[in-house]
């Protein structure tokens, strides 16, 4: 997928495009986004996602923090997965804030080439969000632009709607397979090694304990997890603890991974670990005997719980 940083970049055909934040590029967006391929492809024009590299609410309140579920980069990597010709980044200032719903469709979508527009369908846009999509259809048309408002992506029946804050609820409550579900791939923590405590090593589980590299990533829920883990190029079974570990110290929150069947230093490393299944909640043992005797048999469901994974 080719990445436009702005409007001079682009050539060729007008634009089909979409405009969002796309945390996740859940099910819902990739949804969104076959529409806009079709629509596309109807019209003999380009596929485009417009999105931000930071949070709105980061540039318009200092002190917001954003739980993310994609770092910037993997938000590009997975749209570079969906259905979509480019993808448009849109640098979001207090400048752009500003502009009201119609300034948007006419000085940057216009400039960049838009002739069609795709409207999520609870999607509001311009500044204070305070016009739907009958004010968005008139000043499209006003300038010869198409706007429509998407399809709401509707789930099986029985299924939970799709939305990034259900996600990241999921991961709040150690559901990882179901948020995995929903996002179309497992949820994944991405970061570099640091030195530890030894403490599991002195038990016989060395781990890696993990910095995550995006500050305002979601962690899941505390408890213990089987992972795939990659470094140096290689896939490794992991059992992964998120917590404050009780027995140790019960004060510091850790992401912290044991690789199974390895054994080698790796301070400093990048590393990238994705969830599979909750094993258990993190609790407190009467000693470090009892926490060993724990984690032999967590080690034994985990490599289990990984077999016959792809």
Known sequence: MIIIRNAEERRGNAWAATVGFFDGVHQGHRFLIHELRRLADERGQTAAVFTFPVHPRIVLQANYQPKLLNSFDEKLRHLATTEADCCAVLDFTRELATLSAREFIEQVLWQWGVRTLLVGYDHRFGHNREEGFEAYAAYGEACGMEVRKATPYLPSEGED??????????????????????????????????????????????????????????????????????????????????????????????????????????????????????????????????????????????????????
């Open 161 to 310: 709607a799709v939305s990034s804050s259900r996600i990241r609820q999921f991961l709040a409550e150690c559901r990882v397979e179901e948020a995995a579900q929903m996002l179309t791939y497992p949820y994944l923590l991405k970061g570099h090694i640091v030195g530890g405590r030894q403490i599991g090593r002195m038990m016989g589980f060395p781990t890696a304990n993990i910095e995550v590299d995006e500050p305002f990533k979601v962690w899941p829920g505390n408890g213990v997890y089987a992972v795939w883990v990659h470094l140096r190029d290689t896939r490794y079974k992991g059992m992964l603890s998120v917590g404050n570990r009780p027995t140790v110290d019960g004060q510091s929150l850790t992401v912290e991974v044991h690789l199974l069947h390895f054994s080698d230093t790796v301070y400093g490393e990048a590393i990238e670990v994705e969830f599979i299944h909750f094993v258990r909640q993190n609790r407190r043992f009467k000693d470090l005997e009892a926490l060993k005797e724990q984690l032999e048999i967590d080690r034994e469901e985990v490599d289990r719980l990984l077999h016959y994974e792809p």
